[in-house]
């Protein structure tokens, strides 16, 4: 979401809250004041706001990858009453205030008539650019997880972000003290699509399938299923921001290993960029990540190359 480094050396090992996930944020107190400023809801009063909305921007709904519904901010508007809340953002690094409607009440609009129990199923929040956040369903519907829609302190969005971007016009923001760490509580913003769909369909070939139960590369594995996906692929699924990590050469194969987790635990170490320092990963969190990438290094998909394989030679 306009979070592409400057360098692609630092793309390489984006792996945690990189979606400009600028520095990940120590939990600060927000502010739970739902006190609506600027918008008078139940009357239908326009707020200062109203003439910087796009009405017309949509919000994509999928269930395993067919679409459901595509409603526009306009429609959420008159459909979901709003709530005026300020809160610290973790990416501003201060507290913001913001028109927004809860996830959970936006989820269950887009899905409507879809007949499964909505939160019991597995997410997966989009953003224009690609950044590629999978959720559960207990995530997804947790109190204090809301879609912002209007900065209610600047006109059109104050940019966020080493980009500047707009983070408009859907911007996912979460509301509690202990909703602040990137990890834990991503922050798509420019939010495009949200769709049901299990991550092991959507994401088949990063899964070390055939590694012992409980191996240090299936614990690698969960460290980027919960961080590393929502900006890198591996065999060309998942987020499309940072670089793939597995094709067409694993990362294992052109950076030695202690170089590796000596760079996502302190990056600042190595180089200037918006990669942040993982103080909380232990040695033996940092051996399952390498033993991750080294067992997918040998379960490589390349979908380009193959179709590059089967084209036809062209005739002199």
């Known amino acids: 979401m306009g979070r592409l480094q400057s360098s692609i050396v630092g793309w390489m090992l984006w792996c945690a809250g990189c979606g400009d996930p600028a520095n990940p944020v120590p939990a600060a107190p927000p502010s739970s004041s739902a006190a609506a400023k600027g918008s008078d809801v139940a009357g239908g009063t326009a707020g200062p706001t109203e003439a910087t909305l796009d009405a017309a921007a949509t919000l994509t709904f999928e269930n395993e990858g067919k679409l459901v519904r595509a409603v526009s901010l306009g429609e959420l508007m008159k459909g979901i009453p709003e709530e005026t809340f300020t809160a610290y953002d973790a990416y501003y690094k201060r507290e913001k205030t913001f028109r927004a409607w809860p996830l959970s009440v936006v ?74 760490d990137l990890e834990t509580h991503p922050r798509p913003w420019q939010l495009a699509t949200i769709g049901i769909a299990r991550f092991d369909d959507l994401f088949p070939h990063t899964v070390p399938s055939g590694e012992a139960a409980g191996s240090a590369a299936w614990r690698g594995f969960a460290i980027f299923k919960e961080s590393c996906i929502h900006c890198h692929a591996v065999n060309r699924e998942g987020g499309r ?55 997918m290094k040998t379960r490589k998909h390349d979908p380009a190359k193959k179709s590059a394989d089967r084209a036809p030679e062209k005739k002199p």
Do not use: C
């Not at 590796?260 to 600042?268: E, L, N, S």
């Open 107 to 180: 989820v269950r609009k887009g899905f409507e008539g879809v007949s499964v129990p909505l939160p019991a199923q597995e997410y997966v929040l989009r953003a224009k650019d690609g950044y590629t956040v999978p959720l559960r369903g207990n995530k997804v519907f947790e109190s204090g997880a809301y879609i912002a829609f209007a900065d209610a302190q600047v006109p059109g969005w104050e940019p966020i972000g080493p980009q500047r971007a707009n983070p408009g016009p859907f911007y996912v923001v979460w509301r509690g003290a202990d909703q602040q």
């Open 241 to 295: 921001v940072g670089p793939e990590l597995n094709v067409p050469q694993s990362i294992v194969e052109y950076w030695p290993a202690a170089q590796i987790k000596a760079y996502v635990r302190d990056p600042m170490t190595f180089r200037y960029g918006n990669m942040p320092a993982h103080p909380s990963l232990t040695d033996t969190d940092l051996d399952g990540v390498v033993a991750y990438f080294s067992a």
